[in-house]
């Protein structure tokens, strides 16, 4: 079965600074994709990137980016430069490969952007 | 554009009584879903449309919840009767299509609180 994990419940970070938010998954398919949304106090999922199992090169979307590592199954979030606004809930996702655009998500990791 | 809506945002009752949400997606956008999410977790799915049948309901528990989409555009999400158990924000989002690069755009959410 296909999960998400995010062992990360809280995180704090200096404004400016870099930070990672970790996400494994597990499945033995060999297609699936991985998404990264953020969730600010609104309530409203917001796309932040996406990365898909054959891309051969880590997906960049302005100041985040994902270090993905088929190997050992990780798809690590990474905001550079980071800002106040920052601050929220963020949710790592798989969609298997059934056609179905299902996504399964983690558990969530909140972020808090210290001034 | 305009966003996925929702209705209510905020919505109080007692165990044992029912309850309806509404989601009206983005213009176009044929592919519709509900996800659960309950405090501390990330969404689950628990229904997914196309047009207006059902995809996926495989998660949705059967003997309360139901949902439809009528003509293919708004749908309703019931709960009939509520337990404390289904204290959770409900999320609705839309998307073109089912697979990426078609991603899924997401409501505000309902928040139920069970009493």
């Known amino acids: 079965a296909q999960k998400i994990t995010q062992t990360q419940p809280g995180m704090f970070v200096q404004e400016k600074e870099a930070v990672t938010l970790d996400c494994t998954y597990d499945?033995?398919?060999?297609?699936?994709?991985l998404f990264w949304y953020k969730q600010p106090s609104s309530g409203e999922m917001i796309f932040l990137i996406y990365?898909?199992?054959?891309?051969?090169q880590n997906a960049t979307e302005g100041r985040y980016s994902l270090n993905f590592q088929k190997a050992r199954k990780s798809a690590n979030l990474v905001i550079s430069a980071s800002q106040l606004g920052d601050s929220a809930m963020y949710f790592c996702?798989?969609?298997?490969?059934?056609?179905?655009?299902?996504?399964?998500f983690g558990q969530g990791t909140t972020l808090q952007v210290k001034p | 554009e305009a966003g996925v809506a929702q209705s209510p945002r905020y919505k109080i009752i007692e165990k044992r009584q029912s309850v309806a949400f509404w989601c009206n997606p983005i213009?176009?956008?044929?592919?519709l879903y509900w996800y659960q999410q309950i405090l501390g977790q990330g969404p689950k799915l628990l229904i997914q449309?196309?047009?207006?049948?059902?995809?996926?309901d495989s998660q949705l528990p059967k003997d309360r919840f139901s949902a439809e989409r009528l003509k293919g555009v708004d749908s309703t999400l019931k709960i009939q009767p509520a337990k404390l158990e289904d204290s959770a924000v409900y999320l609705c989002?839309?998307?073109?299509?089912?697979?990426?690069?078609?991603?899924?755009?997401f409501g505000p959410g309902t928040r139920l609180t069970v009493t």
């Open positions: 989002a839309s998307s073109l299509a089912r697979d990426y690069p078609y991603e899924q755009y």
């Open positions: 499945t033995s398919d060999q297609s699936y994709g």
């Open positions: 990365q898909g199992s054959y891309d051969e």
């Open positions: 996702a798989m969609r298997p490969p059934s056609n179905t655009g299902k996504l399964i």
């Open positions: 213009s176009g956008h044929a592919t």
């Open positions: 449309f196309q047009n207006n049948g059902v995809v996926d």
